[in-house]
């Protein structure tokens, strides 16, 4: 099994930004994908951004050019800059794991977008 603790979410002003981050821990296969997702009030989810393990990215429309995903494969941590923030990108966020048959999801961030 795979274990998903994220970090990095909080409060921030338009215009400002933050960085989430995303540690897997457990049985981690040697090619796997790890994405973003977000969640806002009354909303369904949606991804943000995904990265595979040879680093190959794509990201949503809406925070293309304001966010970036990376990822350190040597800690098994995913990382999502956010610059640039906006009142709509208030969610809660979700890291998702997938390797072959499993998909696992961490508990959810929050980011609030204050203008």
């Known amino acids: 099994q795979v274990h998903l603790v994220e970090s990095g979410g909080g409060l921030v002003q338009a215009g400002g930004s933050l960085r989430l981050s995303c540690a897997a821990s457990?049985?981690?296969?040697?090619?796997?994908?790890m994405a973003w997702y977000r969640q806002a009030p009354g909303k369904q989810r949606e991804s943000v951004a995904t990265i595979t393990t040879d680093h190959i990215t794509n990201y949503a429309d809406s925070v293309k050019g304001r966010f970036t995903i990376s990822r350190d494969n040597a800690k098994n941590t995913v990382y999502l800059q956010m610059n640039s923030l906006k009142s709509e990108d208030t969610a809660d966020y979700y890291c998702?794991?997938?390797?072959?048959?499993?998909?696992?999801w961490g508990q959810g961030t929050p980011v609030t977008v204050s203008s």
């Open positions: 457990g049985m981690i296969f040697s090619y796997d994908t």
């Open positions: 998702k794991y997938t390797a072959s048959y499993l998909e696992v």
